[in-house]
């Protein structure tokens, strides 16, 4: 089993920056793939970003691309999501997963584990 708690969200102006974290608990993040979803109220789930176990590898959404970073720590279990240039469109409660395997995935149905959410607003 793998616990996530994200962390870090808050309401921040447009053009603003925030990190979240995601901290994991559990022997096997090391040899897991991490991701961060989102979801807006009336709307579904969507991929954000995703990262491979060792970190060698990220996909980003098109949305989010040379706005939003993710990054890992496997000496601390920890996955983060640099996110900048914040608009009204990415308010969303913000999602962190994990996967059992190793390679990262932009597939929600491909991860098997999943912390609580973190709210982002951005206001105008």
């Known amino acids: 089993q793998v616990r996530l708690v994200e962390s870090g969200g808050g309401l921040v102006q447009a053009g603003g920056s925030l990190r979240l974290s995601c901290a994991a608990s559990?022997?096997?993040?090391?040899?897991?793939?991490m991701g961060w979803f989102r979801q807006a109220p009336g709307k579904e789930r969507d991929f954000v970003a995703a990262?491979?176990?060792?970190?060698?590898?990220?996909y980003n959404a098109d949305s989010v691309k040379g706005r939003f970073t993710i990054s890992r720590d496997n000496a601390k279990n920890t996955v983060y999501l640099q996110l900048n240039s914040l608009n009204a469109e990415d308010t969303a409660v913000y999602y962190c997963?994990?996967?059992?395997?190793?390679?990262?995935?932009?597939?929600?149905?491909?991860?098997?584990?999943w912390g609580q959410g973190t709210q982002v607003t951005v206001s105008s």
């Open positions: 990262i491979s176990y060792s970190g060698s590898t990220t």
């Open positions: 997963a994990a996967r059992r395997w190793r390679g990262a995935s932009a597939d929600r149905n491909e991860y098997d584990f």
């Open positions: 559990g022997r096997t993040f090391s040899s897991s793939a």
